[in-house]
C-alpha cells in the first residue's frame, strides 16, 4: 500500500499536466484555397539547397545594364522570397476576392490557372500558373502586383520558370521622386 500511493501520486500528477496542454485544431481539409505561392518556392528550395547553382544575373536600373554570376545561396533565396511572398493568396482571408478561371491549352500541354483580382485594392492582382499536363509539374508562375496611393504607386511583375529563369520587374512613380523602372533577371545553366 505504501507503494501505491507514490504511483497513484505521480499518476494524477502525470495526467493533470496533460490535461493542460492548449488544444490544436488541425486545419479542415475540406476548406479549399487559393495557390501558395510561399508553399511552392519552399518546395522549389527543398529541391535545391545544397545542390551547387551558378546563375546569370542581369540587372536594368533605368536603362542601365549591368552582369554578373551569382550562386544560389540561402541568402539570395531569401532576397527573392521578399518579392514573392507578400503575393501569396492561399489565406482563407483571400476566398472570394478573386476571379479563377482555368484554360487548356492542348497545343502546349499545358494548363493555366489564371486568379484575377475583384478589387484594385488588393496587392496580387494578377496570377498565372502553368501546369504541364503530362508530368503536373509547375511550369511556370507570372505574378502581377500593386501598390497604389494618392502620391505613390510601384507595381511589380514577377516571373518564376523552375530551373530556367526567375524575373522581378518593379515601376515605381511618385509625386515626389523621378519614376523608377528596375528589372533583375536569374538565368540558370551558368
Same mark, same amino acid.
Given at each position: ?13 502525470? /495526467? @493533470?499536466? %496533460? ?5 490544436? +485544431? ?6 479549399? +484555397?487559393?495557390? @501558395?505561392? =510561399?508553399?511552392?518556392?519552399?518546395? $522549389? ?9 551558378? /546563375? /546569370?544575373?542581369? @540587372?536594368?536600373?533605368?536603362?542601365? #545594364?549591368?552582369? &554578373? ?9 531569401q ?10 493568396? @492561399?489565406? %482563407?482571408e483571400?476566398?472570394? $476576392?478573386?476571379?479563377?478561371? &482555368? ?31 503530362? +508530368?503536373?509539374?509547375i511550369? &511556370?508562375?507570372?505574378?502581377? +502586383? ?5 502620391i505613390?504607386? =510601384? %507595381? ?18 511618385? #509625386? ?8 533583375? &533577371? ?5
Amino acid at each position: 500500500m505504501k507503494v501505491l500511493k507514490p504511483i497513484i501520486f505521480l499518476l494524477i500528477i502525470v /495526467l @493533470s499536466f %496533460t490535461n493542460c496542454k492548449s488544444k490544436v +485544431t488541425p486545419k479542415d481539409p475540406n476548406v479549399e +484555397t487559393y495557390f @501558395s505561392i =510561399k508553399q511552392f518556392l519552399d518546395d $522549389q528550395w527543398e529541391n535545391r539547397k545544397g545542390i551547387p547553382y551558378t /546563375l /546569370l544575373k542581369i @540587372s536594368t536600373f533605368n536603362g542601365k #545594364m549591368d552582369s &554578373s554570376i551569382v550562386g544560389l545561396d540561402s541568402i539570395l533565396w531569401q532576397g527573392i522570397r521578399t518579392k514573392f511572398d507578400p503575393a501569396d493568396i @492561399s489565406s %482563407t482571408e483571400f476566398l472570394g $476576392q478573386y476571379d479563377f478561371n &482555368s484554360f487548356e491549352e492542348k497545343e502546349m500541354d499545358l494548363t493555366t490557372l489564371h486568379y484575377q483580382a475583384k478589387n484594385k485594392d488588393l496587392f496580387m492582382q494578377v496570377m498565372n500558373i502553368d501546369i504541364d499536363d503530362f +508530368t503536373n509539374r509547375i511550369r &511556370s508562375v507570372y505574378i502581377e +502586383t500593386s501598390k497604389e496611393n494618392a502620391i505613390y504607386k =510601384k %507595381t511589380e511583375k514577377l516571373l518564376f520558370v523552375p530551373d530556367n529563369l526567375i524575373q522581378i520587374q518593379e515601376f515605381e512613380k511618385s #509625386m515626389v521622386s523621378p519614376a523608377k523602372n528596375m528589372k533583375i &533577371s536569374y538565368r540558370f545553366d551558368y
